[in-house]
C-alpha cells in the first residue's frame, strides 16, 4: 500500500518492505508585518497573505524491513538537491493544490553493519522538509493578469460552494424542524 507520494519516491507499505512515516508536521499560516506608529501607540498589524505551507517527516529507513538504505539515501538527496516541484500526497490526498519543493533532507542515525564481508548502512533516519511552491508571477496571475506559465486551479478539490452546502443538510423529522 503506498502511503505517500513525492515525485518519484512512494512511502510504501507492503508485505517485503515498510518504509513508515513518522513525526509529520503539516503548518500554514499568515504572513503579517507590524506598521509603525506614534509614540507610546501600538504598532497596526498589516496581513500580507497566507504563508507558504510546510511539512515536515522522518522515514525509518531499515534493511531488514526490505529497504535498500544506502540507495534511499541517495534518491532523497537527489530530489533535494534536483529543486524539482512534485506534488506532495500523503494518504491518498494532496496536502496543496500547488506543489511542494524538497527543501532540506538528512539522514542520521546511521547504524553500519557487516555483510558479505563489506559494510552496509543497515539502519538510518531521513528527516525531510517540504515547502509549498509557487512559481515566479504567480502572484501576477492570481490578482487576474496573464501570464504565461501560471495555471488558474479552481475548486481543485471539488468542494460545494455555500449555496450547495445549504442545500445539503439533512432534515430530522423528530427534531421538530
Known amino acids: 500500500m503506498v ?15 515498510i518504509l513508515p512515516i513518522g513525526d509529520i508536521t503539516i503548518s500554514a499560516g499568515t504572513g503579517t508585518s507590524t506598521e509603525s506608529a506614534a509614540q507610546g501607540k501600538k504598532g497596526a498589524t498589516k496581513v500580507s497573505g497566507p504563508s507558504l505551507r510546510k511539512v515536515k517527516l522522518t522515514l525509518q529507513l531499515n534493511a531488514s524491513l526490505g529497504v535498500e538504505v544506502r540507495t534511499a539515501i541517495d534518491s532523497w538527496m537527489q530530489l ?3 529543486g524539482t516541484p512534485n506534488p506532495l500526497i500523503i494518504c491518498g490526498q494532496a496536502v496543496s493544490a500547488n506543489k511542494f519543493l524538497l527543501k532540506s533532507c538528512s539522514a542520521s542515525d546511521i547504524t553500519i553493519v557487516r555483510s558479505k564481508g ?4 543497515a539502519i538510518a533516519k531521513m528527516s525531510l522538509e517540504f515547502e509549498e511552491y509557487l512559481p515566479p508571477g504567480a502572484q501576477t496571475a492570481a490578482s487576474g493578469k496573464k501570464t504565461g506559465s501560471s495555471i488558474a486551479v479552481n475548486n481543485a478539490y471539488d468542494m460545494p460552494t455555500s449555496e450547495e ?10 427534531m421538530g424542524g
Not at 502511503?3 to 518492505?17: A, H, L, W, Y
Not at 563489506?118 to 548502512?121: F, G, L, N, Q, S
Not at 452546502?165 to 423528530?174: H, L, T
Request: glycine residues 12%.
Open 118 to 121: 563489506a559494510a552496509k548502512m
Open 165 to 174: 452546502k445549504g442545500d445539503m443538510k439533512r432534515v430530522n423529522p423528530g
Open 3 to 17: 502511503v505517500g507520494k513525492f515525485g518519484s519516491q512512494q512511502f510504501v507499505v507492503s508485505s517485503s518492505t
Open 80 to 82: 533535494a538537491e534536483a
